[in-house]
T-cell receptor, first 113, second 122 residues
Protein backbone atom coordinates (compact mmCIF):
# COMPACT_ATOMS: atom_id res chain seq x y z
CA UNK A 1 0.00 0.00 0.00
CA UNK A 2 1.08 3.57 -0.60
CA UNK A 3 2.00 5.56 2.48
CA UNK A 4 2.04 8.95 0.82
CA UNK A 5 0.26 10.88 -1.83
CA UNK A 6 1.88 13.52 -3.96
CA UNK A 7 0.10 16.58 -5.14
CA UNK A 8 -0.32 17.53 -7.90
CA UNK A 9 -0.30 14.29 -9.87
CA UNK A 10 1.05 16.19 -12.86
CA UNK A 11 2.69 19.59 -13.27
CA UNK A 12 3.84 21.44 -16.40
CA UNK A 13 5.87 24.64 -16.15
CA UNK A 14 8.10 26.77 -18.33
CA UNK A 15 11.83 26.32 -18.12
CA UNK A 16 13.29 28.69 -15.55
CA UNK A 17 10.22 28.70 -13.32
CA UNK A 18 10.09 27.08 -9.91
CA UNK A 19 8.30 23.78 -9.37
CA UNK A 20 6.67 22.83 -6.10
CA UNK A 21 5.24 19.43 -5.30
CA UNK A 22 3.73 18.22 -2.07
CA UNK A 23 3.59 14.94 -0.23
CA UNK A 24 1.23 13.86 2.51
CA UNK A 25 1.69 10.75 4.58
CA UNK A 26 -0.27 8.88 7.19
CA UNK A 27 1.89 7.58 10.02
CA UNK A 28 4.72 8.90 12.19
CA UNK A 29 8.03 8.71 10.40
CA UNK A 30 11.75 8.57 11.08
CA UNK A 31 12.72 10.39 7.91
CA UNK A 32 11.30 11.36 4.54
CA UNK A 33 13.17 11.10 1.25
CA UNK A 34 12.56 12.35 -2.26
CA UNK A 35 13.48 10.33 -5.33
CA UNK A 36 13.38 11.12 -9.04
CA UNK A 37 12.54 8.67 -11.81
CA UNK A 38 13.14 9.32 -15.47
CA UNK A 39 10.76 7.58 -17.83
CA UNK A 40 11.17 3.80 -17.73
CA UNK A 41 14.19 3.88 -15.44
CA UNK A 42 15.03 3.25 -11.81
CA UNK A 43 14.72 5.81 -9.05
CA UNK A 44 17.50 8.13 -7.96
CA UNK A 45 17.76 9.51 -4.44
CA UNK A 46 17.62 13.31 -4.26
CA UNK A 47 17.42 14.45 -0.67
CA UNK A 48 16.54 13.26 2.83
CA UNK A 49 15.02 15.14 5.73
CA UNK A 50 14.79 13.78 9.24
CA UNK A 51 11.71 14.01 11.42
CA UNK A 52 13.39 16.56 13.70
CA UNK A 53 14.30 18.84 10.79
CA UNK A 54 12.05 21.41 9.16
CA UNK A 55 13.98 22.38 6.04
CA UNK A 56 16.89 21.07 3.96
CA UNK A 57 18.66 22.45 0.91
CA UNK A 58 20.68 20.71 -1.76
CA UNK A 59 21.65 22.75 -4.81
CA UNK A 60 18.42 23.82 -6.51
CA UNK A 61 16.33 21.62 -4.23
CA UNK A 62 14.60 22.72 -1.06
CA UNK A 63 12.61 20.31 1.08
CA UNK A 64 10.36 21.19 3.98
CA UNK A 65 8.76 18.88 6.50
CA UNK A 66 5.80 19.56 8.76
CA UNK A 67 5.32 16.57 11.02
CA UNK A 68 2.26 18.09 12.68
CA UNK A 69 0.50 18.13 9.31
CA UNK A 70 2.25 14.96 8.10
CA UNK A 71 3.31 16.72 4.94
CA UNK A 72 6.43 17.64 2.98
CA UNK A 73 7.15 19.79 -0.02
CA UNK A 74 9.88 19.69 -2.65
CA UNK A 75 10.81 22.92 -4.40
CA UNK A 76 12.96 22.87 -7.52
CA UNK A 77 14.19 26.34 -8.38
CA UNK A 78 15.17 27.61 -11.84
CA UNK A 79 13.85 24.49 -13.53
CA UNK A 80 15.61 22.94 -16.52
CA UNK A 81 14.41 20.62 -19.26
CA UNK A 82 16.47 17.86 -17.65
CA UNK A 83 14.28 18.09 -14.54
CA UNK A 84 11.44 16.48 -16.50
CA UNK A 85 10.74 13.28 -14.54
CA UNK A 86 8.46 11.76 -11.92
CA UNK A 87 9.16 12.66 -8.31
CA UNK A 88 8.29 10.42 -5.39
CA UNK A 89 8.37 10.95 -1.68
CA UNK A 90 9.27 7.97 0.47
CA UNK A 91 8.86 7.58 4.18
CA UNK A 92 10.82 5.47 6.61
CA UNK A 93 9.12 4.17 9.72
CA UNK A 94 11.79 2.79 11.96
CA UNK A 95 10.76 -0.56 13.37
CA UNK A 96 13.49 -2.29 15.36
CA UNK A 97 16.03 -1.29 12.72
CA UNK A 98 13.91 -2.05 9.70
CA UNK A 99 13.74 1.13 7.68
CA UNK A 100 11.64 -0.10 4.81
CA UNK A 101 10.79 2.78 2.51
CA UNK A 102 7.18 3.27 1.50
CA UNK A 103 6.67 5.37 -1.61
CA UNK A 104 3.95 7.78 -2.60
CA UNK A 105 2.08 7.91 -5.88
CA UNK A 106 4.37 10.48 -7.51
CA UNK A 107 4.19 13.81 -9.32
CA UNK A 108 4.89 13.85 -13.03
CA UNK A 109 6.84 17.06 -13.78
CA UNK A 110 7.20 18.35 -17.33
CA UNK A 111 9.48 21.30 -18.05
CA UNK A 112 8.58 23.12 -21.25
CA UNK A 113 11.65 24.54 -23.03
CA UNK B 1 31.33 -0.64 -9.01
CA UNK B 2 28.72 0.06 -11.67
CA UNK B 3 25.74 0.30 -9.32
CA UNK B 4 22.77 -2.04 -9.08
CA UNK B 5 22.32 -4.26 -12.14
CA UNK B 6 19.12 -6.00 -13.15
CA UNK B 7 18.60 -8.62 -15.81
CA UNK B 8 16.74 -8.92 -18.09
CA UNK B 9 15.64 -5.36 -18.72
CA UNK B 10 12.57 -6.52 -20.58
CA UNK B 11 10.70 -9.81 -20.52
CA UNK B 12 7.63 -10.72 -22.55
CA UNK B 13 5.99 -13.99 -21.63
CA UNK B 14 2.75 -15.84 -22.09
CA UNK B 15 0.33 -16.31 -19.25
CA UNK B 16 1.16 -19.40 -17.23
CA UNK B 17 4.89 -19.33 -17.88
CA UNK B 18 7.51 -18.88 -15.17
CA UNK B 19 9.93 -15.96 -15.21
CA UNK B 20 13.02 -15.16 -13.17
CA UNK B 21 14.69 -11.81 -12.62
CA UNK B 22 18.19 -11.29 -11.31
CA UNK B 23 19.59 -8.41 -9.30
CA UNK B 24 23.24 -7.70 -8.55
CA UNK B 25 23.49 -5.07 -5.79
CA UNK B 26 26.36 -2.76 -5.00
CA UNK B 27 29.01 -5.07 -3.61
CA UNK B 28 29.38 -3.49 -0.17
CA UNK B 29 25.61 -3.21 0.38
CA UNK B 30 24.17 -5.98 2.53
CA UNK B 31 20.52 -4.97 2.23
CA UNK B 32 18.60 -5.79 -0.92
CA UNK B 33 15.03 -4.83 -1.73
CA UNK B 34 12.49 -5.81 -4.38
CA UNK B 35 9.73 -3.41 -5.37
CA UNK B 36 7.00 -3.61 -8.00
CA UNK B 37 5.79 -0.59 -9.94
CA UNK B 38 2.78 -0.41 -12.22
CA UNK B 39 2.13 2.40 -14.67
CA UNK B 40 1.42 5.71 -13.01
CA UNK B 41 2.01 4.38 -9.51
CA UNK B 42 4.84 4.52 -7.02
CA UNK B 43 6.97 1.50 -6.19
CA UNK B 44 5.31 -1.02 -3.89
CA UNK B 45 7.44 -2.99 -1.46
CA UNK B 46 7.65 -6.74 -2.07
CA UNK B 47 10.46 -8.09 0.10
CA UNK B 48 13.89 -7.40 1.48
CA UNK B 49 17.03 -9.24 2.53
CA UNK B 50 19.78 -8.51 4.96
CA UNK B 51 22.67 -10.60 3.72
CA UNK B 52 21.08 -13.96 2.84
CA UNK B 53 18.18 -13.67 5.29
CA UNK B 54 14.78 -12.67 3.94
CA UNK B 55 13.51 -10.45 6.74
CA UNK B 56 10.17 -9.24 5.45
CA UNK B 57 7.66 -10.14 2.77
CA UNK B 58 4.73 -8.05 1.68
CA UNK B 59 1.25 -9.48 1.45
CA UNK B 60 1.57 -8.54 -2.24
CA UNK B 61 4.02 -11.43 -2.55
CA UNK B 62 1.66 -14.30 -3.27
CA UNK B 63 2.65 -17.96 -3.21
CA UNK B 64 3.56 -17.68 -6.88
CA UNK B 65 6.39 -15.29 -6.02
CA UNK B 66 9.65 -16.39 -4.46
CA UNK B 67 12.83 -14.47 -3.86
CA UNK B 68 16.23 -15.75 -2.87
CA UNK B 69 19.62 -14.36 -2.03
CA UNK B 70 21.59 -17.55 -1.49
CA UNK B 71 25.05 -16.18 -0.79
CA UNK B 72 24.14 -12.72 0.37
CA UNK B 73 25.22 -11.22 -2.93
CA UNK B 74 22.93 -11.38 -5.98
CA UNK B 75 19.22 -12.06 -5.66
CA UNK B 76 16.59 -13.69 -7.86
CA UNK B 77 12.86 -13.06 -8.00
CA UNK B 78 10.83 -15.83 -9.59
CA UNK B 79 7.21 -15.60 -10.61
CA UNK B 80 5.49 -18.90 -11.31
CA UNK B 81 2.40 -19.34 -13.47
CA UNK B 82 2.41 -15.70 -14.50
CA UNK B 83 -0.86 -13.80 -14.80
CA UNK B 84 -1.63 -10.66 -16.77
CA UNK B 85 -1.84 -8.75 -13.49
CA UNK B 86 1.83 -9.48 -12.91
CA UNK B 87 2.75 -7.10 -15.73
CA UNK B 88 4.81 -4.40 -14.09
CA UNK B 89 8.29 -3.01 -13.60
CA UNK B 90 10.22 -4.99 -10.99
CA UNK B 91 12.76 -2.80 -9.25
CA UNK B 92 15.69 -3.93 -7.16
CA UNK B 93 17.49 -1.65 -4.72
CA UNK B 94 20.32 -2.04 -2.27
CA UNK B 95 21.55 -0.15 0.76
CA UNK B 96 24.09 -0.32 3.53
CA UNK B 97 23.27 -0.95 7.19
CA UNK B 98 21.74 1.93 9.11
CA UNK B 99 25.03 2.85 10.76
CA UNK B 100 26.88 3.19 7.46
CA UNK B 101 25.23 4.67 4.41
CA UNK B 102 26.06 5.51 0.85
CA UNK B 103 24.57 8.83 -0.12
CA UNK B 104 22.61 9.57 3.05
CA UNK B 105 23.67 10.81 6.45
CA UNK B 106 24.58 8.27 9.08
CA UNK B 107 21.60 6.37 10.42
CA UNK B 108 19.33 6.67 7.37
CA UNK B 109 18.43 3.99 4.85
CA UNK B 110 19.03 5.46 1.38
CA UNK B 111 18.27 3.11 -1.50
CA UNK B 112 20.22 2.78 -4.73
CA UNK B 113 17.95 1.41 -7.43
CA UNK B 114 18.65 -0.58 -10.53
CA UNK B 115 17.08 0.32 -13.88
CA UNK B 116 14.36 -2.28 -13.39
CA UNK B 117 13.05 -5.33 -15.22
CA UNK B 118 9.88 -4.72 -17.17
CA UNK B 119 7.56 -7.72 -17.39
CA UNK B 120 4.77 -8.01 -19.92
CA UNK B 121 2.44 -10.99 -19.59
CA UNK B 122 0.36 -11.66 -22.69
Amino acid sequence: SQQGEEDPQALSIQEGENATMNCSYKTSINNLQWYRQNSGRGLVHLILIRSNEREKHSGRLRVTLDTSKKSSSLLITASRAADTASYFCATAVSNFGNEKLTFGTGTRLTIIP
Amino acid sequence: DTGVSQDPRHKITKRGQNVTFRCDPISEHNRLYWYRQTLGQGPEFLTYFQNEAQLEKSRLLSDRFSAERPKGSFSTLEIQRTEQGDSAMYLCASSTPLRRTGAGPSGANVLTFGAGSRLTVL
